[in-house]
């Protein structure tokens, strides 16, 4: 790990995408230019984004500066943890293994579904009415 350098990682999850530069840093999270609990307002979203960092235990090494665009906030979260995970990967492939193992550097392949010809959304149908 070369001091100051920057490490990008791009996260995508349902229709969102993040981008995310770590440099080495305090553990700082910004999001848009939003700290990370405010960004997301959920605690479990914010826990869940930081994921990578508890599994490889680098959770105070490292500054995260992302962008996070499309989808909502869940798709959101799930982006910007891709995206760390990738982006540690540049910081040092020995946590490949481990991030592997974790799930973390496998894009979550669920989408929603399409809607369907006769229905309200994918799978409900419309409102019977006996008369």
């Known amino acids: 790990m070369a001091d100051g350098a920057i490490y990008y990682g791009t996260g995508h999850r349902k229709n969102a995408t993040a981008r995310v530069w770590l440099t080495p840093g305090t553990g700082r999270v910004i999001v848009?230019?939003?700290?990370?609990?405010?960004?997301?307002?959920?605690?479990?979203?914010?826990?869940d984004v930081l994921t990578p960092f508890r599994v490889t235990e680098t959770l105070d090494r490292y500054d995260v500066k992302a962008t996070a665009k499309g989808g909502g906030v869940t798709g959101q979260a799930g982006a910007l943890r891709h995206g760390i995970a990738k982006a540690l990967l540049g910081a040092s492939e020995d946590y490949r293994l481990i991030l592997k193992r974790a799930g973390l550097l496998t894009r979550d392949p669920r989408m929603k579904e399409r809607k369907h010809a006769g229905f309200r959304s994918a799978r409900r149908g419309k409102q019977f009415s006996k008369r």
């Open 32 to 47: 848009n230019g939003k700290e990370l609990e405010t960004y997301f307002g959920r605690f479990d979203l914010a826990t």
